[in-house]
């Protein structure tokens, strides 16, 4: 897509015809480049003042060609930048009001697993695999204990007999949940849920690996691991209001 001065798509469709467009219609134009845009998506952001669409006297929004070029500033500077919706709000106005934006560099997205686990527990390697031999050593486990761990799925080696570098974090904490009487039996709800989890994940995310545009692809691991934080920090939510409402 051509873009703007300001860092904005111009879609050919949207600037070249005047008239309104309904939801379906702007949705449609902004798949080519944000394959992952939703119209639950956009009418976020509209819920956020950052695109103000008309209103049919029915009640049906009505986008006009800068409405969409709006809605690719936002989705771009997400997608670039990964910057928070305050801070796009005051890009935009200082847009609006003539100024100059200097929107910094792309980089790598922040980790938002970051925190969702516990702050003291020492951080997994960042990169490769690790051996059957190292993982025992990095968590103290005995072989017994991670056979059983194998056995209920919790943790799993690759084709190549490795283990993802996470697994050390999952074992120290099977451990420590084992201080509690719960052993790998009763972690089997858990590991279900996790799955569930990783499906609907890979959902959102399978169309983006397909993508043509290796920028997309490579958005498509920042989005995985985006909605993997989001989804720990559900259920640690839910789960803590749910011990509140049983308390007596």
Known sequence: MPRTPSGGATSGAAAAD???MSIGAVLALLRDEFPEVTISKIRFLEAEGLVEPQRTPSGYRKFSPRDVERLGQVLRMQRDHYLPLKVIREHLEALDAGAPVALPAPAEPPDPLA???DADADPPPATGRISRADLLNATGAEESDLAQWE???LIEPGADGGYDPESIQVAKLITEL??????PRHLRAVKAAADRDVSLVEQVVAPLRRHRNPQTRAHAEATARELAGLSVR???ALVRSALRLRQP
């Open 178 to 183: 084992a201080g509690f009487g719960l052993e």
């Open 151 to 153: 056995s209920y799925g």
């Open 18 to 20: 005047g008239r309104l």
């Open 234 to 236: 559900l259920h640690a």
């Open 115 to 117: 925190g969702a686990l």
